[in-house]
């Protein structure tokens, strides 16, 4: 019983790292641990995360939970470890308007280069109007490019995403993951899904 409480606490190199990048106690961090550590696995998969989110969520596109998994794994080392999968909810549950916009734009900003191109915002938009098919203020890419893109350069960069958004609060919501995101991480702490096996010939 020693063995396994001993086992079940946070290191102290993680928890000296999660002091200074998330906003969490550390009786919350080691809540948050446990939690995560249901799963029976220290880490999450690119497998496993696209797979279970796609039986968890009614959102089956295999490439846009790709790409939330390339925004997580923030050290490409193709798995979401603890700190990894709590710095993310800190982050997304935070009140901090500019924090919250930060991280909008680092999940739009897939290919890392510092600026949104139209590709980039027309994937999101895209996938967040089927992900909200019903209910959802539909707003188009060409809409947010002629509020957001204030320079005319053809694509936004993060000064210009940050001062428009605070300005058109409206348009947050067509490009905010923040929901679906925090939903998958907390839906992954449960013990993964059993993967289907395909049915043998005899």
């Not at 020693?2 to 969490?24: A, D, F, M, W």
Request: charged content about 25%; cysteine-free; overall charge negative.
């Amino acid at each position: 019983m020693g063995h396994s409480h001993s086992k079940s606490q946070v290191p102290e190199e993680i928890l000296g790292e999660l002091h200074g990048r998330t906003t969490y106690t550390d009786e919350q961090i080691q809540k948050w641990y446990n939690v995560f550590l249901k799963r029976g696995s220290e880490v999450i998969t690119r497998e496993d995360f696209i797979f279970e989110n796609l039986g968890f969520t009614r959102f089956a596109d295999e490439a846009f939970w790709g790409n939330i998994f390339d925004i997580l794994d923030e050290n490409h080392s193709g798995t979401i470890n603890f700190s990894e999968w709590v710095v993310t909810l800190s982050s997304l549950s935070t009140s901090h308007i500019d924090k919250k916009l930060d991280w909008i734009f680092d999940s739009i900003d897939i290919n890392k280069d510092g600026f949104l191109s139209i590709e980039e915002v027309e994937k999101v938009v895209n996938s967040l109007n089927r992900f909200y098919s019903v209910g959802h203020a539909k707003v188009s890419t060409q809409e947010i490019f002629a509020t957001l893109d204030t320079h005319k350069t053809g694509k936004i960069m993060r000064q210009e995403f940050q001062e428009g958004l605070s300005k058109n609060i409206h348009l947050i919501k067509s490009l905010d993951l923040s929901y679906i995101v925090s939903e998958s991480l907390k839906h992954l702490t449960h013990p993964p899904l059993p993967k289907l096996q395909p049915p043998t010939t005899s």
